[in-house]
Structure formats: C-alpha cells, structure tokens
C-alpha cells in the first residue's frame, strides 16, 4: 500500500492554483491558501497585498509578525469585532518586508462555506481590493481552494467595475479561471448583489 500525500492527493493534476493564482483583471489574482503561502511567488508576480476569506485559512506569516518588534505589531494589527461593520471578523495585519521578500497587506474575512449576507462585507472587501488596484499594486483574493467563496468575491466585484450581469461576470471569471464553482448558498447572495446594482 502506497500512502499519498495530502497535496499528491486524488486531485492530483486537477488541484486548483497548483502553480500560481490567475490574473482576472489587472492587477487582481484569484488563488488558493498554497498560493498566498508561497513567498516567493508571490514577490515574482509582484503581489504585495492578500485578500483572505476562508474561515479556516490561517495567516502563514502570523509567526512573521509576532516575531517582529512589538511596537511595530501594536501599530499594525488591529480586529474588528462582528457587527461593528459587517456580521463577519475582520482583520487586518501588515507583514513586514524582509532581505528577501516585499511587505504585504494581509486582510482576512471569516467566511464560512455558507456564509450568510455577504453583501455586508462586499463594501470594506472592494475597498481593500481598490486600494491595491488604484496604487497599482497586485492583490491575491484567496480562500481555501479559491473556488467558491473568493471565486463570489471576484464575481460580485466584476459585476460591479465592469457593469456586468451576474452571468457575464460568472462567465469572464470563469473564462479566466476554469477552477470557480461557487456553492447555491453564494450563488443566491449575487443574485440579490445583482439587484443592488440595477
């Protein structure tokens, strides 16, 4: 009996994002948790901020920021507790640069796979990615797999920059990224997304 690895898994060859994220629109990359861990790929694609909403996705740079000075954490972290602004958690972190790799903007949502009114958290989301893109630095919106609930993300924020329809934004992300398959539970919340735009 061969033991396979968690990565070498059944998915194998299929497993989304296996090498890097997928530019959607300038600047904007959609990807996996493996993505936004890789350092190094990140730096060659020029990434420098990371949009992350997958509840269960740990930060992978959290040991870079405590090892940092304290000062320097007090400044940078900040949580937002649920109903302040959205039904969802926030938080925010800076990870310093190294000899090696530039700083990045790290946010976080803690979406579930059902999670319910998105759209709350849609406006400080797009903020996040418009700060990214206006300075023209490169964003990663990443969940787990990237297929769900980022890949709604992506959605509702092509529908909203590029004038689209529901189906024309699932239809060019899903053009750039053959990966996307967002849940009913999400796919319902863009068709009430969609009626805000009208």
Not at 39 to 58: A, D, H, P, Y
Not at 110 to 135: G, K, Y
Not at 137 to 159: D, E, F, K, P, T
């Amino acid at each position: 009996m061969v033991l396979i690895s968690k990565t070498e898994n059944a998915i194998g060859d299929d497993l989304p994002y296996k090498d890097e994220p997928i530019q959607i629109l300038p600047n904007l990359y959609l990807g996996s948790e493996i993505n936004a861990a890789n350092r190094s790929m990140l730096n060659r694609l020029n990434i420098e901020f990371i949009l992350n909403v997958g509840k269960e996705v740990e930060n992978p740079y959290l040991e870079e920021i405590t090892n940092a000075n304290s000062s320097y954490f007090a400044d940078s972290f900040h949580q937002i507790s649920p109903g302040l602004q959205t039904n969802s958690s926030v938080s925010s972190e800076d990870i310093p640069a190294t000899s090696d790799f530039k700083p990045l903007k790290y946010k976080k949502f803690f979406w579930t796979h059902n999670q319910e009114n998105l759209i709350a958290d849609f406006i400080p989301a797009f903020a996040f990615i418009d700060e990214a893109r206006s300075a023209g630095r490169n964003i990663l919106v990443h969940c787990q797999c990237g297929v769900s609930r980022s890949a709604s993300l992506i959605i509702s924020y092509v529908m909203k920059v590029n004038r689209m329809t529901l189906n024309q934004a699932y239809e060019y992300v899903k053009d750039k990224s053959p990966y996307i398959s967002p849940n009913m539970s999400l796919v319902y919340q863009l068709v009430e997304f969609e009626k805000t735009l009208k």
